[in-house]
């Protein structure tokens, strides 16, 4: 599920909340109960698992590496 961000126009405090994809968007400000809220556009967070992410995970993996000296 992602995290969307919400600002009340009526308080201005920001908050995060975890929403589903098939649920519609807050209307409601969770600090002050008005209406007004809207979402803000922020930059997505990435959470990477498993290996094949890290340069550690390919350092004894001499195999595939082309050297640079032989291909000139």
């Known amino acids: 599920m992602p ?3 919400y600002k009340c126009e009526e308080c201005h405090k920001q908050y995060d909340e975890l929403v589903a994809i098939d649920e519609p968007n807050a209307v409601e400000c969770k600090h002050c109960g008005m209406p007004g809220v809207k979402r803000i556009m ?3 967070s990435l959470k990477f698992r498993g ?3 890290y340069a550690t995970d390919y350092a ?3 195999k595939g590496k082309v050297d640079a000296k032989s291909t000139s």
């Open 60 to 62: 004894n993996n001499k």
């Open 3 to 5: 995290v969307y961000t």
């Open 51 to 53: 290996t094949g992410f």
């Open 42 to 44: 922020g930059t997505p």
